[in-house]
């Protein structure tokens, strides 16, 4: 075997450069963070996952914020956690809490301004449907995104917790006439003597059944049943 022949067979091939020109622990905490894709993942965790020192990632996690490939989220259930994201992915409603929340934060005033366009329809219509509520709210256009009925669903659901209105099933007569027998349906309590239809259950009504973080609840977490105001208040209404 010549000396040429010999020299190639033993080269060896030289590791290709990453694309995007990051060392070794900059992509295996990208692809962990790109791994959790739309839930982001806390810092820890990924030190957990890439067995890397906390200089080490915090160094990376630095670098590749610079370079625009992850970006740091509000996360509404642990919000003094830190929480990174890949910058192609947008932050899921179990994480950004939906469109009531900006950064974190409960949107107070957008809620406001559709309680009070909500409490507008029912008083026009004295008793309005969810879909009456829906198809109102649709055409005032006060918001900048498609709303939802699951979206004027919750914010009825927040207003009945609240004593603000209340909810009830249409018996057909009177003021019902129009909206078909069973179908709920929210009003006014405006005291003795007004047809009120047929209040729901005690049990129809625990706050649980129509809480929209329900999947999100555990008995020691941020969002749980000793924590929730809407549960207690429910707990101490005489049925």
Known sequence: MSRTLE?????????????????????????????KKDLGIWVRDIKQETKLTDHVVNKSLKSLLTRKLIKEVV????????????????????????VW?????????????????????????KVATLERVYEDLKK?????????????????????????????????????YSIPIGTVCYRFDSGPGVARGSKIGAFASIPCGACPR???????????????????????IDF
């Open 214 to 236: 329900i999947s999100l609840c555990t008995p020691d977490g941020i969002i749980s049943p000793s924590t929730c105001v809407y549960y207690t208040k429910w707990l101490n």
């Open 140 to 176: 005032q256009r006060v918001v900048n995104f498609e709303i939802s009925s699951q979206q004027v669903s919750e914010i009825l659901n927040s207003m009945v917790l609240d004593n603000e209105i209340i909810e009830v099933k249409s018996t057909g007569l009177g003021e019902y």
């Open 101 to 125: 929340y900006v950064d974190g934060n409960l949107d107070k005033e957008l809620v406001n301004i559709l309680k009070q366009l909500c409490l507008r329809c029912i008083r026009v219509q």
């Open 7 to 35: 020299t190639s067979s033993h080269k060896r091939k030289r590791p290709e450069a990453d694309p995007l020109g990051l060392v070794d622990n900059e992509r295996a905490i990208l692809n962990a963070i790109k791994s």
């Open 75 to 98: 996360n509404i259930q642990n919000k003094g956690k830190k929480h990174y994201m890949a910058v192609e992915f947008e932050p899921s409603k179990e994480v950004s809490g939906g």
